[in-house]
């Protein structure tokens, strides 16, 4: 047994031998791969697709572009406090429930959401780039609303949703004043269905839902690129 245990060491110091020794060594500083971030905050404008997940009953706000604006603040080391506002063009199925199957449908109408969220990100390469990259995961807690205070025809209101976000992205920092990034972020809100969708008349026959319960998550990702103008040191 002491054999063995004396030979997994020397396999371990084997192979952790020349990764300390390169630890060691170094890079001369004009020749390596890691560069100090020289700016604290970045305003970036961006532009993406989001992609709005389906529902049970199909009315939900769908997919469509986003677009807008994210702040970022390095307060220390890795991490940074964030904050973001999106504009979504999104649409959205309206349905009857009082009708008919056949006739409950009314079509799609245009339901524009808009989202917020303040959060935290971690970049991977602490306060430096790796070859100008910086690669972050990110997380937060804001709301997505459509801004409408009242329900449809058929009873459902989207309204205003608390969501939880989180992510990765990565920026390229050339140096200078601006930085390209890509994102893609994930929100996680609720929707909720009226007594209507679940009760059916003469009339209207089946009802929409049955066996779905009143209020369901969703998960929709959204990818987006977007360009950061840089400042503060």
Known sequence: MKLLFAAAAAMAFAAVAPFSAGAQIGYPP????????????????FAGYYNGRADPAGVAP?????????????????????????????????????????????GESDWPLYAANVGLALSLTGAKSWHHIVPEVQGGVGFISDMKGKADVGGFKFGTRFALSWGAGVRYVPGGRFQLRAD????????????????????SGTPILTDSPKSVWRNNPALTLGVSYLFSR
Not at 72 to 79: I, V
Not at 81 to 102: C, G, V
Not at 186 to 195: D, H
């Open 30 to 45: 004009t020749r390596s791969p890691y560069i100090d971030l020289e700016h604290t905050q970045e305003i970036t404008g």
């Open 62 to 106: 769908g997919s469509g572009p986003i677009f807008g604006a994210h702040y970022s603040w390095r307060a220390g080391g890795p991490a940074h406090l964030t904050s973001e506002f999106a504009y979504i063009q999104s649409k959205r199925r309206i349905l009857d429930p009082a009708k008919p199957r056949a006739t409950r449908d009314l």
């Open 184 to 203: 893609v972020n994930n929100r996680l809100n609720t929707i909720a269905y009226p007594n209507s969708y679940f009760t059916s008349t003469t009339a």
